[in-house]
């Protein structure tokens, strides 16, 4: 899936997980049916997207993002937002676990005027987590 541009009120269609929703996204499975064949994507449901952004939220000094392979599609429609933050916590992984992921790499570019990564933990399935903090904080 292309990038979406930063737009509230577009329509997706969201794939939902049979492990209670938790590998659930708005990206097709990919790799995600080869690491955990256990796991189907066989409901969907019409979903609005909506901005982080769009929101007007802020004060937080930790955002935690587990989008399941959307993380930038979050971090381009909420850099207002996040770079209000201390701290960010986001799931990762190398790349291809759902059609049009981002790996970690790019991640960390897109983050790099605003965040350092001080931790990245990967499992041996290659997805896991990273800690950011502030450049404002560093």
Same mark, same amino acid.
């Given at each position: 899936?292309?990038?979406l541009e930063a737009k509230t009120n577009l329509k997706l269609t969201f794939f939902?997980?049979?492990?209670?929703g938790a590998s659930s996204s708005f990206l097709v499975p990919k790799r995600h049916l080869t690491e955990r064949p256990d796991i189907n994507f066989n409901e969907r449901m019409q979903l609005q997207m909506v901005t982080l952004d769009s929101l007007k %939220?802020?004060?937080f000094d930790l955002v935690t993002i587990d989008v399941q392979g959307a993380e930038q599609h979050v971090i381009i429609g909420g850099l $207002?937002? %996040?770079t209000q933050a201390k701290a960010l916590f986001l799931e990762c992984n190398i790349g291809a676990m759902y059609d049009g992921d981002?790996?970690? $790499?790019k %991640?960390?570019?897109l983050l790099e005027p605003w965040?350092?990564?001080l931790?990245?933990?990967?499992?041996?399935n290659k997805w896991g987590d990273v800690f950011f903090v502030s450049k404002k904080y560093l």
């Amino acid at each position: 899936m292309p990038l979406l541009e930063a737009k509230t009120n577009l329509k997706l269609t969201f794939f939902v997980s049979s492990n209670n929703g938790a590998s659930s996204s708005f990206l097709v499975p990919k790799r995600h049916l080869t690491e955990r064949p256990d796991i189907n994507f066989n409901e969907r449901m019409q979903l609005q997207m909506v901005t982080l952004d769009s929101l007007k %939220l802020g004060g937080f000094d930790l955002v935690t993002i587990d989008v399941q392979g959307a993380e930038q599609h979050v971090i381009i429609g909420g850099l $207002e937002t %996040l770079t209000q933050a201390k701290a960010l916590f986001l799931e990762c992984n190398i790349g291809a676990m759902y059609d049009g992921d981002v790996p970690i $790499e790019k %991640l960390i570019n897109l983050l790099e005027p605003w965040f350092t990564p001080l931790h990245l933990v990967m499992t041996p399935n290659k997805w896991g987590d990273v800690f950011f903090v502030s450049k404002k904080y560093l």
